[in-house]
């Protein structure tokens, strides 16, 4: 999502080559997907923050949270804590 909405490239010549290279890391740490995970998240987010239609359809997002808050229900609120997902178009 991050490479369509800042309009980067996305050109992995090698598929087989880089699925064996994960293949190789899960093999020696299972939990090691999680951690890349989390990391490509925490850049993705920094990378879009920068983004102006981003960081205005997350601001709208996060209004429509607090204005919420305290009824006991989580609409517009994100997934996980610290995490926000907004399309842009």
């Keep these: 999502m991050v490479g369509t909405v800042l309009g980067l ?3 992995v010549e090698n598929h087989a080559s880089y699925i064996q290279s ?3 890391v899960l093999r020696e740490d299972k939990r090691a997907v999680f951690r890349a995970a989390a990391a490509a998240q925490k850049a993705a987010d920094w990378m879009l923050a920068l983004h102006p239609d981003y960081a205005q359809a997350v601001a709208g997002v996060e209004a429509g949270a607090d204005a919420g808050a305290g009824d006991g229900g989580d609409e517009g609120a994100p997934a ?3 995490s926000t997902t907004v399309e842009v178009a």
């Design 9 to 11: 490239p996305c050109e």
């Design 22 to 24: 994960w293949l190789g």
């Design 80 to 82: 996980s804590p610290g």
